[in-house]
């Protein structure tokens, strides 16, 4: 079984400062880690995903994470923000040993200031 | 090509009565999973359809059933509703040994 734990509610930051966003997971089995971005009435979006290979994923929109495999992390990071990235993220993780049971975390609110 | 599709968007119900919703996959995509999201958390993952059989289930009553029909486009149902079952309940689908999942805007149900 797979866990996912964001640690971090909420994260206010002005616009075109750096940010990060945390992910923690825990798995018995090689996993697939993602970042989706939900905003307000809409369905979720994949920013990035990590199957395998460099640790270092770019994804959509100027974001980016890392795979630490010995900390279990993959923390969202992205150099400069805009108002537009004002939206709810999550983490998810599932294993790799087949089936598409995705499990997400709680998200993080990230609320960007002027 | 066309996204995936939930019907309807909005709903509102009553304690006690079922309800239906609905899901049409992007083409080609043959797994349907169902997802409850209750606002302020993320989505907890209720069933994955993968051609026409269940293929994983999460922490849920049995109050909760589905199908997928041989168009892949499926249906989750719910009896006997609480004021709980309140939430948006998204639908994602994906293509065969897909990592990524597509998502629908989902349908949000108001129990009151």
């Known amino acids: 079984a797979q866990s996912v734990t964001q640690l971090d509610s909420q994260v206010p930051v002005f616009e075109e400062a750096p940010v990060e966003l945390r992910c923690n997971y825990s798995?018995?089995?090689?996993?697939?880690l993602f970042w989706y971005v939900q905003y307000p009435n809409q369905g979720l979006q994949l920013l990035l995903k990590?199957?395998?290979?460099?640790?270092l994923v770019k994804g959509i929109n100027g974001f980016e994470a890392e795979f630490n495999k010995s900390q279990t992390s993959f923390h969202l990071r992205k150099p400069s923000v805009h108002i537009s990235d004002t939206a709810e993220y999550f983490c998810?993780?599932?294993?790799?040993?087949?089936?598409?049971?995705?499990?997400f975390g709680a998200g993080t609110r990230l609320f960007v200031k002027a | 090509d066309a996204g995936v599709t939930q019907s309807p968007t909005h709903l509102i119900k009553t304690r006690g009565q079922h309800v239906t919703l609905r899901c049409s996959p992007i083409s080609g995509h043959k797994s349907v999973s169902w997802y409850q999201q209750v606002l302020g958390q993320g989505p907890q993952f209720i069933f994955q359809y993968y051609e026409k059989e269940e293929r994983g289930r999460g922490n849920f009553p049995d109050r909760f059933s589905a199908r997928q029909f041989p168009n892949y486009s499926s249906e989750l149902n719910v009896n006997a509703l609480l004021l709980g079952d309140s939430a948006l309940y998204l639908c994602a689908t994906a293509r065969l040994n897909g990592e990524k999942l597509f998502f629908g805007s989902g349908t949000q149900l108001s129990v009151l």
């Open positions: 990590y199957l395998s290979g460099s640790t």
């Open positions: 798995s018995s089995v090689s996993v697939y």
């Open positions: 998810a993780v599932r294993g790799n040993t087949g089936g598409f049971k995705t499990i």
